[in-house]
């Protein structure tokens, strides 16, 4: 309470354990945090959350639903007026949990997770620069994630959850998960937009929609996207080896030119 007043803190992240890279540490009993979240709630501190069960018997690809309906419904039921992000969403259960939601949860949306389903990591031979979690899934639940990006509900704004795993990583027999979008994030999310309909609703989406759901002021400094072919690395060089930049297989139309 005292980081959130004096500015210090804007949120705080909830990790379901082995959720995610590095999340081994993360909370596995959700009673055990609900002190910490009845003050929240009470000052108005938003919780962000990696939206998955970890158990094992749940299938990876049902995580998010089940975490909706196990987790997330009765925290928000036992505190109300906690405001909640759900970030990386994936499926269309969650964007719909979200529209029909009333009160204060939003939820954010990777540029990958636009683009691809999981035909795209595991059809024809395993894609590892492709695999992320939360997993990509049907092509069903992508077209339910880019209907909600574009279509100007403020509730939804963009979560790049840009990774740089290194090759090395990402190669291993068990690698790391993540896609590195960083590169050429705006150029995709433009193109998607575009192909959508819905230019007009871009500056929304990456850059006004967050902070004013987060209560903060907007960036000031602005970008320009020009309607020019983009160019970018197939890979970023770094002293732990290179890095591959994700690859949206297809043409970009949109370049960053200020």
Same mark, same amino acid.
């Given at each position: 309470?005292?980081?959130?007043?004096?500015?210090?803190?804007?949120?705080?992240?909830?990790?379901?354990?082995?959720?995610?890279?590095?999340?081994?540490?993360?909370?596995?009993?959700?009673?055990?945090?609900?002190?910490?979240?009845?003050?929240?709630?009470?000052?108005?501190?938003?919780?962000?959350?990696?939206?998955?069960?970890?158990?094992?018997?749940?299938?990876?690809?049902?995580?998010?639903?089940?975490?909706?309906?196990?987790?997330?419904?009765?925290?928000?039921?036992?505190?109300?007026?906690?405001?909640?992000?759900?970030?990386?969403?994936?499926?269309?259960?969650?964007?719909?949990?979200?529209?029909?939601?009333?009160?204060?949860?939003?939820?954010?949306?990777?540029?990958?997770?636009?683009?691809?389903?999981?035909?795209?990591? %595991?059809?024809?031979?395993?894609?590892?620069?492709?695999?992320?979690?939360?997993?990509?899934?049907?092509?069903?639940?992508?077209?339910?994630?880019?209907?909600?990006?574009?279509?100007?509900?403020?509730?939804?704004?963009?979560?790049?959850?840009?990774?740089?795993?290194?090759?090395?990583?990402? %190669? %291993?027999?068990?690698?790391?998960?993540?896609?590195?979008?960083?590169?050429?994030?705006?150029?995709?999310?433009?193109?998607?937009?575009?192909?959508?309909?819905?230019?007009?609703?871009?500056?929304?989406?990456?850059?006004?929609?967050?902070?004013?759901?987060?209560?903060?002021?907007?960036?000031?400094?602005?970008?320009?996207?020009?309607?020019?072919?983009?160019?970018?690395?197939?890979?970023?060089?770094?002293?732990?080896?290179?890095?591959?930049?994700?690859?949206?297989?297809?043409? %970009?139309?949109?370049?960053?030119?200020?």
């Amino acid at each position: 309470a005292a980081a959130h007043a004096s500015g210090l803190i804007t949120a705080v992240k909830l990790y379901p354990a082995g959720a995610t890279t590095n999340s081994a540490s993360g909370v596995s009993n959700f009673d055990n945090v609900a002190p910490v979240l009845e003050r929240m709630a009470e000052i108005g501190l938003p919780l962000c959350t990696h939206g998955e069960v970890t158990d094992p018997e749940i299938d990876i690809f049902d995580r998010e639903a089940v975490f909706i309906d196990r987790v997330l419904d009765p925290i928000r039921t036992r505190h109300a007026g906690l405001k909640v992000v759900m970030e990386h969403i994936t499926t269309a259960d969650a964007a719909q949990y979200v529209t029909e939601s009333a009160g204060n949860l939003g939820a954010t949306i990777t540029t990958h997770h636009l683009v691809i389903n999981r035909n795209h990591i %595991l059809a024809g031979g395993i894609k590892p620069h492709y695999y992320c979690l939360p997993v990509a899934k049907r092509e069903s639940h992508r077209l339910a994630l880019r209907a909600a990006a574009t279509s100007g509900d403020a509730r939804f704004f963009l979560g790049t959850d840009s990774a740089p795993h290194t090759d090395a990583n990402k %190669l %291993l027999p068990c690698g790391c998960a993540g896609c590195f979008t960083a590169p050429n994030t705006m150029s995709i999310l433009a193109e998607v937009f575009e192909q959508e309909d819905a230019l007009d609703q871009l500056e929304r989406f990456t850059s006004l929609n967050g902070p004013d759901f987060y209560g903060l002021a907007p960036n000031e400094a602005t970008i320009t996207l020009t309607r020019t072919p983009a160019t970018y690395p197939d890979h970023i060089d770094t002293p732990d080896g290179p890095v591959t930049v994700f690859d949206p297989m297809m043409p %970009l139309n949109w370049s960053v030119t200020d």
